[in-house]
């Protein structure tokens, strides 16, 4: 239990294009959503917090108008990073945090596979 | 500023060996503290768990210990295997879910 995919796992986009990134819980319901990016052998940096039906809720120093999130259901969050550059090139996390008594605890994250983002 | 502060960076150990990994933090309002393993290219994926209830648990070959006085907490992988070389990450969470990561230590267990 506790599975959380992402898609796609891959991606290589021309500098200036955007991009999606889709999150899905499959076997449980999330109210919150998180997004991370980490750099090679580095830690995860959180870049925003999703909650269903509400805005994200961006660290600082993300842009919240170049890495746009949207959490329209219980089990989808997406990322969109727009007008990508050499810069944005990353492996992106998420994770999904279930609903009360759904398994671990309403704190415990549980993460996507990644996606790595290369932008020429 | 990193919260939670990891060390070793990396370490080296023999199969069949102990491996520990040590955490630090100055947040007492953290209450939930995971441990995850990360393969590379792949997510990290939760490992244990311990809350600030409890000085230890165990699962498997994985025990955390946690000393709140100290504000100290520590992975300990027994019996270590070739298969448990991977980057651990310790984290820890106040009550609004916000995990705060270390910065990983690179486990390589030699056969």
Redesign the interface.
């Known amino acids: 239990g506790a599975v959380v995919s992402q898609h796609p796992s891959r991606v290589i986009c021309k500098s200036g294009t955007s991009v999606k990134i889709e999150c899905r819980s499959l076997d449980f319901q999330a109210t919150t959503m998180f997004w991370y990016r980490q750099f090679p052998k580095q830690s995860l940096m959180l870049m925003a917090t999703s909650n269903e039906g509400s805005k994200a809720t961006y660290e600082q120093g993300v842009e919240k108008d170049k890495f746009l999130i949207n959490h329209a259901s219980l089990t989808l969050s997406t990322l969109t990073v727009t007008s990508a550059h050499p810069e944005d090139s990353s492996f992106y996390i998420c994770s999904a945090s279930p609903l009360g008594g759904q398994g671990g605890g309403t704190d415990t994250q549980y993460f996507g596979p990644g996606t790595r983002l290369t932008v020429l | 500023q990193?919260q939670v502060k990891q060390s070793p960076q990396s370490l080296i150990v023999q199969k069949g060996g102990i491996s520990i990994i040590n955490c630090a933090y100055e947040n007492t309002a953290f209450d939930?503290f995971?441990w995850?393993q990360q393969f590379p290219?792949?997510?990290?994926?939760?490992l244990i768990?311990i809350r600030p209830d409890v000085s230890e648990k165990k699962e498997g070959r994985f025990t955390i210990s946690f000393n709140k006085s100290a504000k100290q907490f520590s992975l300990h992988i027994m019996d270590s295997q070739p298969g448990d070389s991977a980057t651990y990450?310790c984290a820890a969470?106040p009550?609004d879910?916000?995990?705060s990561?270390?910065?990983?230590t690179t486990v390589t267990v030699r056969a």
């Open positions: 990193q939930y995971p995850y290219g792949k997510g990290p994926a939760l768990a990450f969470s009550n879910y916000k995990l990561f270390g910065a990983g």
